[in-house]
C-alpha cells in the first residue's frame, strides 16, 4: 500500500466482493478481482501495470474500477484556450469568466475577478486549482454541523441532509478538488440518474446523505463512472426509487442507455426476480431464489458477458458501450436545453469520442469548453445565482440562511434530489416557479443588507445579507470633483459585480435622472443619494454618506433583480 488512497481503494475492492457474494451475484463460473493489471471496461482506455503505480487497477468480470482522469489535451469538444480567452475584448472576458465561475456554484468579488483576468492564465488557473485539495476537510466538516453557525433543519423537520449539503458549498472557500468532487456529486443527484427522491415514501433522510456521500467518496477515491453506477444501482437508495424487479429493470434501461424497448423489461425483471424492496423490513432484500437461464436477449444488447442473474444486469449494462452515450447525453441535455435536438446529439458524439471514463471527463470537457463558454444560452439554476453572488457581494449567513434555502427551492420547483425522476426541468420558467425565484434573490439577497450591530445575534433576520465592505468606496473609485461620474462609477461597479457588464447608456440615464439634479448650474446628487455630504459632526458625517450610498446601492440592485441576465446565461456577442 502507497498511502491513505491506495487502502481506501482496497477496501473498496473488498467491500464490492462481499457486496457480491452477499448478494448472490455472478455467474456461474464466478469472479475474479485483480490488481495492477492492465484491464479495460466497455471499450475504455488501458491502463499499465505497474506494482510502483499507486493508481493501478482493479477490475472485476471486465468492470474497471478506478480511472484517472484524462488531459484536457485528449478532450475532442474543443476547449477554450487562454490565448483565445485573452483575445477577447474586457466586457467578453469578464462575462465568460463569470459564467464559468457561476457555473461551479462559485464567483470572486469583482476586484478580485479582474485581477485574476489580468494575469492571462485565468482558464488554466481554474482548471489547474480543480486538481489539487486545499481544503482542511476536518475543519469544514465540523464547521457546518455546527448548530450555533447553521441550523440543520427546516420548519417541516425534514431532509436535514440536504441542508447539509447545500450548507458546504457556502462554507467551501476554495475552488478545488473536493470543491469540484461535491459539485460533480450535487450536479449528478439533481439529474435522473442519481436523484435521491426524498418525495416517495419509500425514499427516506439517509437515503439522500446516501446516494451523495458515496458519490463524493468514489469521485475522491478515483472510481470510473461505470464502477460509480454499478454500485448505485445495486444500493438500497436507488431500489427505494424503483421498488419491483420490473420497475427497477426497466428504469436502469431507460435511464443509462435511453433504451425504450418494452421487450427488454420482462428479460430485465427474469435477471433481477430476487431482488425486492422488502415493504414489511423497509429494506433491500437479495434472496437465493435467483434466475439460472441465460437471458440471450440482454447479452445480445449489451454486447459483453452472459447476463443471467441480477448483478450480471447491473455489470453488463455499466460495460455496455450504450451506457457512455446514455450518460453523456444525459448531461449534455442538463448543460445544453436550450440547443436543438441536432446540435445536442452533436456535442454527445464528440464527447463520446475522446472515450470518457470518468465523470469529470465529461463534465470539465462540456463547462471549459467553446461551446459553452460562448456560444451556449440557458435558465440558470438558483444554486447557481445564490453561490456565485454570495462571494461576489460578500454575503454573511444567519443561522437559518441554508434551511430557508432548501425550503424556497422547493416553492421554486427546484428542490434538491426530491424528484423522482431528477430535475427533468432544470430551471422551471413557469410564472409561480419563477416568482418564488426572483422573490428569493431579490429580497433575501440583493436587497438584503447584513446590519453590522448583529455580528453577535446569527438568529438576528439582520444579520444576513451582503456586508458593507461590498460598497466600500476602495471598491469603486468615485471621483469627488464628479457627482455624476462617481454615480456613472458606482452603477457600473454594481452591474458588473452582479451580472457581469456594465450598465448600458439608457440605464445610467435612468439613474442618473433619479439620482442627480442640477442645482447652482451644477448636477449634484440629491439629498438622500449625496456620497458626498458633509456634516460639523465627523461620525454624523460619515453615517449619512454610508446610509446614501446604500440608498443608491439598493435603487441599482432593485433594477438588476428585475433583468432577465441575473437569472440566465448568455451567449457571448
Not at 27 to 42: L, M
Not at 255 to 276: C, E, Q, R
Amino acid at each position: 500500500m502507497h498511502n491513505s488512497h491506495t487502502l481506501i481503494r482496497w477496501i473498496s475492492v473488498l467491500f464490492i466482493s462481499l457486496l457480491l457474494t452477499n448478494c448472490g451475484g455472478g455467474s456461474s463460473d464466478g469472479g475474479t478481482t485483480t490488481a495492477g493489471t492492465t484491464a479495460t471496461a466497455g471499450g475504455g482506455g488501458t491502463t499499465s501495470d505497474s506494482s510502483d503505480d499507486e493508481f493501478s487497477q482493479s477490475e472485476y468480470r471486465g468492470l474497471t474500477f478506478y480511472y484517472k482522469n484524462m488531459p484536457a489535451s485528449d478532450y475532442k469538444l474543443n476547449q477554450l484556450t487562454n490565448e483565445e480567452f485573452n483575445a477577447l475584448n474586457e466586457s467578453q472576458k469578464l462575462q465568460i469568466a463569470d459564467k464559468l465561475l457561476t457555473s461551479l456554484f462559485f464567483g470572486y468579488p469583482l476586484h478580485e475577478l479582474k485581477a485574476k483576468i489580468t494575469e492571462g492564465n485565468f482558464l488554466s488557473s481554474v482548471r489547474n486549482g480543480l486538481e489539487v485539495e486545499t481544503t482542511d476537510r476536518g475543519w469544514l466538516e465540523e464547521h457546518i454541523l455546527d448548530d450555533t453557525v447553521f441550523r440543520q433543519y427546516d420548519s417541516s423537520y425534514y431532509t436535514p441532509q440536504a441542508i447539509t449539503i447545500l450548507t458546504r458549498f457556502y462554507a467551501m472557500k476554495d475552488l478545488d478538488k473536493y470543491f469540484l468532487n461535491n459539485w460533480v456529486a450535487y450536479i449528478l443527484s439533481q439529474t435522473i440518474m442519481f436523484s435521491p427522491a426524498y418525495e416517495l415514501s419509500s425514499s427516506h433522510t439517509p437515503n439522500v446523505s446516501g446516494v451523495y456521500n458515496r458519490l463524493v467518496t468514489m469521485l475522491g477515491n478515483g472510481s470510473g463512472m461505470r464502477f460509480t453506477t454499478y454500485v448505485h444501482m445495486m444500493s438500497e437508495d436507488n431500489w427505494r426509487r424503483f421498488r419491483s424487479p420490473e420497475d427497477n429493470g426497466r428504469e436502469m434501461l431507460e435511464i443509462y442507455l435511453l433504451d425504450a424497448d418494452d421487450t427488454h423489461v420482462p428479460v430485465a425483471g427474469k435477471a433481477l426476480k430476487n431482488w425486492k424492496l422488502n415493504t414489511d423490513s423497509d429494506t433491500l432484500e437479495v434472496s437465493l431464489n435467483q434466475n439460472t437461464i441465460p437471458l440471450n436477449v440482454l447479452t445480445n444488447f449489451f454486447g459483453g458477458e452472459a447476463v443471467i442473474t441480477g448483478e450480471d444486469f447491473y455489470r453488463e449494462l455499466a460495460k455496455s458501450g450504450r451506457f457512455t452515450s446514455g450518460v453523456t447525453r444525459r448531461l449534455v441535455d442538463f448543460f445544453f436545453p436550450e440547443k436543438s435536438t441536432t446540435r445536442r446529439g452533436e456535442i454527445t458524439n464528440t464527447i463520446i469520442s475522446s472515450n470518457p471514463e470518468t465523470w469529470q471527463d465529461i463534465l470539465l470537457q462540456i463547462i471549459f469548453s467553446e461551446e459553452y463558454l460562448m456560444h451556449n444560452n440557458r435558465g440558470q439554476s438558483a444554486e447557481e445565482t445564490f453561490y456565485s453572488l454570495a462571494k461576489k457581494i460578500d454575503y454573511r449567513h444567519r443561522r437559518g440562511t441554508f434551511s430557508a434555502f432548501k425550503s424556497r427551492l422547493e416553492d421554486m420547483h427546484q428542490a434538491t434530489m426530491k424528484y423522482k425522476l431528477g430535475k427533468l426541468e432544470r430551471v422551471p420558467q413557469d410564472s409561480l416557479s419563477f416568482a418564488h425565484y426572483h422573490k428569493y434573490i431579490r429580497e433575501e439577497i440583493l436587497l438584503n443588507y447584513a446590519i453590522p450591530e448583529y455580528d453577535d445575534n446569527p438568529d438576528s433576520w439582520g444579520h444576513d445579507g451582503w456586508m458593507p465592505s461590498f460598497i466600500s468606496l476602495d471598491r469603486f473609485n468615485p471621483d469627488s470633483n464628479s457627482d455624476t461620474g462617481s454615480l456613472r462609477t458606482f452603477v457600473d461597479y454594481l452591474f458588473e459585480s452582479t451580472i457581469a457588464r456594465k450598465a448600458t447608456d439608457y440605464e445610467h440615464t435612468l439613474f442618473k435622472n433619479h439620482m442627480i439634479e442640477l442645482r447652482d448650474g451644477k448636477q449634484l446628487f440629491k439629498w438622500d443619494f449625496n456620497i458626498f455630504i458633509t456634516r460639523d459632526d465627523p461620525e454624523d458625517q460619515a453615517n449619512r454618506r454610508e446610509r446614501h450610498k446604500r440608498n443608491i446601492a439598493y435603487i441599482v440592485l432593485d433594477y438588476i433583480s428585475r433583468l432577465d441576465t441575473i437569472y440566465r446565461q448568455r451567449e457571448v456577442n
